[in-house]
């Protein structure tokens, strides 16, 4: 009896034995699928890894290329601003003798001036006396007709009256000569003076042109900074920029983006003012705008506003390295706006911000 209990025991532990087994078996095998699995994902996750990195060098080649490029294109740059500005000195120069000459010129056409004017006062003078003497000649010629009888003396008057007639007729015709002269010189004067102030005039064209071509500049380095953003153009010789772009809703601090555009701003213009020769008195003008609407806050006016927005933007250019006596702020409140009408749009095109590279 206790043998068949052992035995029916013994039996009864081979259906559990198999169980754990097939358990385990299950087990090893979900292992080895979860393993398959992710070495499935991650060959396909460096497998995109490695396109990435492929892309991501042909881009760094790209930029490579472009910084070469952009590198000669400056050097470039640099030489045609250096003999460029050679040649603004040059004509500085040429404009500092012209206006010496032009001033040389002045004074001698106002000494020719007050000469013909003394000329003409003494041919009147000289008429004048010619004519009294004249009258007397004709004067003694009709008592000599009329009694006959003349004395040696009177004679000899009449003879030196006839002489200093004839003297002062001389004198008359070289007084006339001269003054001609002198209004020929006075006119030709007047051609050369003409003259110089054409060249003078085209020598400050010159200047113009010259701050033109670095205005141009200026704004062309600044859009490519700024790039293409809302909020941001160009208008004529103006960049614009909205006010919301750099401040809030009625105050005159900026904003972190608004000093971030700023910033950018003055390395800009730190960059293109190191090329324009000193002989350009170049001024950065910022004007502040607003809208019509009137102002709630602590300005009492839209002028204050638009003054106060200025200036701090003129503050944060020194700030960044501008120098103070190169700027300018004005404020212009809601009187010069861009758009008359009385929608919401056209007040948020007139709160804006101008830059405007001038001269003084």
């Known amino acids: 009896m206790p043998l068949a209990r052992r035995n029916r025991r013994t039996l009864d532990i081979w259906p559990g034995f198999v169980d754990a087994l097939a358990t385990l078996l299950m087990v090893i095998i979900f292992v080895v699928l979860v393993f398959v699995l992710g070495q499935f994902f991650l060959g396909q996750v460096l497998s995109g890894r490695e396109r990435e990195v492929s892309r991501l060098g042909g881009e760094l080649s790209t930029l490579v290329d472009q910084l070469n490029m952009e590198r000669t294109a400056n050097v470039k740059l640099k030489a045609e601003v250096a003999r460029m500005a ?70 000899a008057h009449a003879a030196l009256l006839s002489r200093q007639l004839d003297a002062m007729k001389q004198d008359l015709d070289r007084i006339a000569a001269a003054l001609d002269a002198s209004e020929k010189k006075a006119k030709e ?3 050369q003076l003409v003259e110089l102030g054409k060249k003078l005039n085209s020598a400050l064209a010159g200047k113009v042109e010259e701050l033109q071509k670095y205005r141009s500049e200026f704004f062309g380095r600044l859009r490519q ?15 614009v920029f909205q006010s919301e772009l750099l401040f809030d809703t009625a105050s005159a601090e900026l904003g972190a983006g608004g000093t971030e555009q700023v910033r950018h701003l003055a390395g800009t213009l730190k960059e ?24 709630k806050g602590k300005f009492p006016s839209n002028w204050e506003l638009s003054t106060a927005r200025a200036i701090v933007v003129v503050r944060t250019l020194i700030a960044n390295g501008i120098p103070a006596d190169r700027l300018a702020a004005a404020g212009f409140g809601e009187f010069q706006p861009l758009d008359g009408a009385d929608t919401e749009a056209a007040w948020s095109k007139n709160r804006r911000i101008e830059i405007r590279l001038d001269q003084r």
């Open 86 to 155: 050679a040649e603004l000195n040059v004509s500085v120069d040429e404009r500092d003798l012209l206006a010496n000459e032009l001033t040389s010129g002045r004074d001698e056409a106002a000494k020719l001036a007050h000469d013909v004017a003394a000329l003409k006062a003494l041919k009147a003078e000289m008429e004048a006396k010619l004519a009294a003497l004249g009258g007397k000649l004709g004067e003694q010629e009709g008592q000599l007709a009329s009694e006959r009888k003349l004395s040696e003396e009177a004679r």
């Open 189 to 191: 004067q007047g051609t």
């Open 272 to 295: 293109v003012s190191q090329a324009i020769p000193k002989g350009v008195n170049w001024v950065l003008r910022v004007d502040g705008h607003t809208d019509k609407r009137p102002v």
């Open 225 to 239: 900074v700024l790039g293409n953003r809302p909020g941001i153009r160009i208008e004529g010789d103006r960049f």
